[in-house]
């Protein structure tokens, strides 16, 4: 598992014994991955684009949650909507 973050208080430090990785290392990440579970954020922070293309994709967050439904995106929802 890859967790790729922008925030610079959290790149280079471990979550649940997973490092937190930087936009540095984005594209030898995502060139591993099967499966993306990405962050709605990445629509605010204008990052989506990264992340779309011919792997799975599951957003999860609210941010996410009306551009999904509109793109036919896969979505989480702890809450179940």
């Known amino acids: 598992m890859k967790v790729l973050d922008l925030d610079p208080d959290n790149i280079n430090t ?3 014994n997973t490092p937190i990785l930087g936009p540095d ?7 591993k991955a ?4 990405v ?3 990445t ?6 684009g990264a992340f779309l293309g011919d792997r799975p994709v599951i957003f999860y967050g609210t941010t996410i949650a009306g ?4 793109m036919g995106w896969e979505r ?3 809450k179940g909507a």
């Open 43 to 48: 629509l605010a922070n204008d990052t989506i």
């Open 34 to 37: 099967d499966l993306l579970v």
């Open 67 to 70: 551009a999904a439904t509109l």
């Open 14 to 16: 471990f979550q649940y």
């Open 25 to 31: 290392q984005q594209e030898a990440a995502l060139a």
């Open 76 to 78: 989480f929802c702890a």
């Open 39 to 41: 962050t709605g954020s």
